[in-house]
């Protein structure tokens, strides 16, 4: 499966943009999707993900009521709109697709259970 993340930018303090991870070569409906985040000096962490049938959402705290997940399994794509960004919001973003089909629960945050990447794309956020 290979995973390539767009879409970010760099964007004034408020500012909105949507990423999106269009995912090739391999099953993609079947899996729990995710999209993290890795600021400078900092480990790499779960931003949103969704379950195999987007009926299920889970997002960091950080980013409740401002992030939205969603994904469209007839294109393969998974998207993440983001709204009133923040300077903190600044990092590489990444999608993953979870290794396991049908799993959500206790590993959507996790990135040990993600078996495949995009190769991430830079959001700058300007105060």
């Known amino acids: 499966v290979q995973l390539q993340a767009s879409g970010g930018g760099l964007v004034q303090a408020g500012d909105s943009l949507r990423l999106s991870c269009a995912a090739s070569?391999?099953?993609?409906?079947?899996?729990?999707l995710g999209w993290f985040r890795r600021a400078p000096g900092k480990e790499r962490e779960v931003v949103a993900a969704?379950?195999?049938?987007?009926?299920?959402?889970k997002y960091a705290d950080s980013v409740k009521g401002r992030f939205t997940i969603s994904r469209d399994d007839d294109l393969n794509t998974l998207y993440l709109q983001m709204n009133s960004l923040k300077p903190e919001d600044t990092a590489v973003y990444y999608c993953?697709?979870?290794?396991?089909?049908?799993?959500?629960?206790?590993?959507?945050?996790?990135?040990?259970?993600?078996?495949?990447w995009g190769r991430g794309t830079q959001v700058t956020v300007s105060s």
């Open positions: 993953g697709r979870h290794g396991r089909p049908y799993t959500f629960g206790s590993t959507y945050y996790d990135t040990k259970y993600y078996s495949y």
């Open positions: 070569g391999g099953t993609f409906g079947s899996y729990t």
């Open positions: 969704i379950n195999w049938n987007g009926g299920t959402k």
